[in-house]
């Protein structure tokens, strides 16, 4: 999930953050299943939380550039992460 996550970030241009509703949307373009468990199509803003806590990657509020401070995943906490996940 989260190399998925990664994949996102990169294609969309390697911000250092990015809105859950913005990944989730992204996320649901990609074929197969997310950990076994949920088609990507199928994910959810909860379903993703989910499937990011057993990595210790979680949601933050982070300012954009609107003054908006939207739930978001940082690029750093995936980067983090992966050593947690099975290569």
Do not use: I, N
């Not at 999930?1 to 373009?29: I, N, Q, Y």
């Not at 210790?56 to 908006?68: L, M, N, S």
């Amino acid at each position: 999930m989260v190399r998925a996550a990664l994949h996102v970030f990169d294609v969309v241009g390697s911000p250092e953050a990015m809105a859950s509703w913005d990944l989730v949307d992204c996320l649901k373009d990609l074929p197969g299943l997310a950990e076994d468990r949920w088609a990507y199509a199928e994910l959810t803003q909860s379903r993703l939380a989910q499937l990011m806590a057993p990595y210790g990657v979680f949601t933050g509020k982070v300012t954009g550039f609107d003054g908006r401070r939207p739930r978001s995943y940082r690029r750093q906490d995936l980067l983090a992460a992966l050593p947690h996940t099975a290569r």
